[in-house]
C-alpha cells in the first residue's frame, strides 16, 4: 500500500486518442512529480507542481499536458502521441524542501499502439 | 556479491549471503541522498536515506555508506531474501534544486534460492 495512487494502472491507446493519468496523494504534501521510466533508463522528470503552481517543465513535448488542481491531485493529459511515448509514467509526491524523500504511487504502464 | 553501478546493472547472490549495491553520484554539492527498490509492477519504494553530514546510516537488514571524497555511495543488504529481489536506485538531491532528486540507473539484484 502507498499514500500515493495512480489510475489507470495500465492504458493502451491509439496515436490519435486523448486519455488522462490520474494521481492522488494521501500524504499531505506540497509539491507533486510527474516521471518517466523506460527500460535501462534513469527515471526522467517531467513535470514539477509545487502548492499546485507548476515549477518544472523538463522540455516535455507538448502532447504531454498536465493539470494541478490542488496538492492531492495531479493528471497527465495525453493526445496523439507517439509510440516512443510508451513507457512506464510514474507520479511521486513529497514536501518539495530539500533533502526529503519522494513517494512514488505504483504507475500507469502506457502502450501506444 | 557486489555491483559497480552504471558498468553493472545486474547482481546475482545467493540467498543468505550479504549483498552490496554500489553507486557513483554526479554532483559534488548534493547533500541528501536516497536509496530505492523497485519490484516487478510497483513503483520504486523508500528503503533508506542518509545526509551528507553522516558517513554511515543503517536500517533494518540495510546500511548505507557514504564516500563524499569519491561520490560513491553503496547499500548493503544483510542476509538477502528471495524477497529482496528488485531493481535498486540511487537518488541525490542538490542544496540549490529544491526537493528535486537526480536518479542512477538502477541495479537489479537477483537472489538464488
Known amino acids: 500500500e502507498t499514500g500515493v495512487t495512480q489510475t489507470p494502472r495500465h492504458l493502451v491507446m491509439g496515436m490519435t486518442n486523448k486519455k488522462s493519468l490520474k494521481c492522488e496523494q494521501h500524504?499531505?504534501?506540497?509539491?507533486m512529480y510527474w516521471y518517466k521510466q523506460s527500460a535501462k533508463k534513469p527515471l526522467e522528470l517531467m513535470f514539477v507542481y509545487n502548492f499546485k503552481e507548476q515549477t518544472e517543465n523538463n522540455s516535455v513535448p507538448s502532447r504531454f499536458s498536465p493539470e494541478c488542481p490542488n496538492s492531492s491531485h495531479l493528471f497527465l493529459h495525453l493526445h496523439t502521441l507517439q509510440p516512443e511515448d510508451s513507457a512506464l509514467y510514474l507520479c511521486?509526491?513529497?514536501?518539495?524542501?530539500?533533502?526529503?524523500?519522494?513517494?512514488f504511487g505504483d504507475g500507469t504502464r502506457l502502450s501506444i499502439l | 556479491g557486489e555491483s559497480v553501478g552504471l558498468h553493472l546493472p545486474t547482481l546475482s547472490v545467493q540467498e543468505g549471503d550479504n549483498s552490496i549495491i554500489n553507486c557513483a553520484y554526479s554532483n559534488s554539492a548534493s547533500d541528501y541522498f536516497i536509496w530505492y527498490k523497485q519490484e516487478s509492477g510497483k513503483g520504486p519504494q523508500f528503503i533508506i536515506d542518509i545526509r551528507s553530514n553522516m558517513d554511515k546510516r543503517q536500517g533494518q537488514r540495510v546500511t548505507v555508506l557514504l564516500n563524499k571524497t569519491v561520490k560513491h555511495l553503496s547499500l548493503q543488504i544483510a542476509a538477502t531474501q528471495p524477497g529482496d529481489s528488485a531493481v535498486y536506485f540511487c537518488a541525490e538531491n542538490t542544496y540549490n534544486q529544491g526537493g528535486k532528486l537526480i536518479f542512477g540507473q538502477g541495479t537489479e539484484l537477483s537472489v538464488k534460492p
Open positions: 511521486a509526491s513529497s514536501y518539495g524542501d530539500r533533502g526529503q524523500p519522494q513517494h
Open positions: 500524504l499531505g504534501h506540497n509539491a
